[in-house]
């Protein structure tokens, strides 16, 4: 039976407090807040069949990281982009698990080797695929906050009857992830474009997404704004 079991799940965690889990079929989902200067939210997937485990951004604490994994295998360790604060345990999660695939969006690859000193297996783009056990991950690149961020898609009426996005921090509740530097405008114009034309017109107002940092948010709720955004430049 397909289940989408989020009654007691909320999505609300801090640093040093405990998870939160939500149970997608035969998916578990479970979210932590690292690193109580940055916030940064890490999700492991599991996969109740084959108990094999994919995990979004070892973004920090990776002692905490690996005891939520387990004993289960750990098969990859995705990095949403290339940002700091999202691999700052991807070194010592991929000590303790050797034989993990660690995957990032093509153009943000090198800059994760250069700042991680760990090699990207696996260098994914657009129709893209990852694993986790029977379930896949649709990657969707998507450009501005970095050149090489990528969202992750479940959309398979098996596991969960409306699709769930993890988005790094492509897209938050109330807006689009930050653009800095001198072409700081036009990446937001990028980032902006391409969240509307790879992830709204795609995607159902019911869509759960799952951001880099803080609470989460169904599509629905942020569509009317876009064009608020658009016209606040961020």
């Known amino acids: 039976m397909v289940t989408d079991d989020h009654e007691d799940y909320t999505g609300d965690v801090t ?3 405990e998870p939160d889990v939500r149970r ?14 940055m916030s940064n939210n890490c999700y492991i997937l599991h ?12 973004a920090a604490e990776p002692e905490r990281l690996l005891e939520l994994i387990g004993d289960r295998s750990l098969t990859s360790i995705v990095t949403t982009h290339q940002h700091w ?12 698990h050797p034989g993990a695939v660690v995957v990032a969006g093509e153009p943000d690859a090198d800059a994760i080797e250069e700042q991680t000193g760990v090699a990207v297996d696996r260098r994914v783009g657009a129709g893209d695929k990852i694993a986790v056990g ?5 990657v969707i690149p998507v450009a501005g906050h970095t050149p090489g961020s990528i969202c992750l898609l479940v959309d398979d009426t098996s596991i969960a009857p409306t699709p769930h996005l993890f988005t790094g921090d492509c897209l938050f509740p109330g807006g689009v992830g930050a653009t800095r530097g001198d ?18 017109e795609r995607l159902p107002d019911e869509t759960w997404f799952y951001p880099g940092h803080g609470s989460d948010s169904v599509l629905g709720n942020e569509r009317p704004h876009l064009e608020e955004w658009r016209e606040r430049g961020w």
Do not use: N, S, W, Y
């Open 24 to 37: 997608l079929g035969d998916l578990t989902l479970t979210k932590v807040a690292v690193d109580p200067a």
């Open 85 to 96: 604060d999202h691999h700052r345990a991807l070194a010592a999660v991929k000590a303790a």
């Open 134 to 138: 029977t379930c896949d991950l649709q």
């Open 47 to 58: 996969c109740g069949v084959t108990d094999e485990v994919v995990l979004i951004d070892a």
């Open 183 to 200: 072409d700081a405008a036009a990446l937001f114009t990028q980032l902006l474009g391409e969240v509307e034309t790879k992830i709204f």
């Open 15 to 17: 640093p040093g407090g």
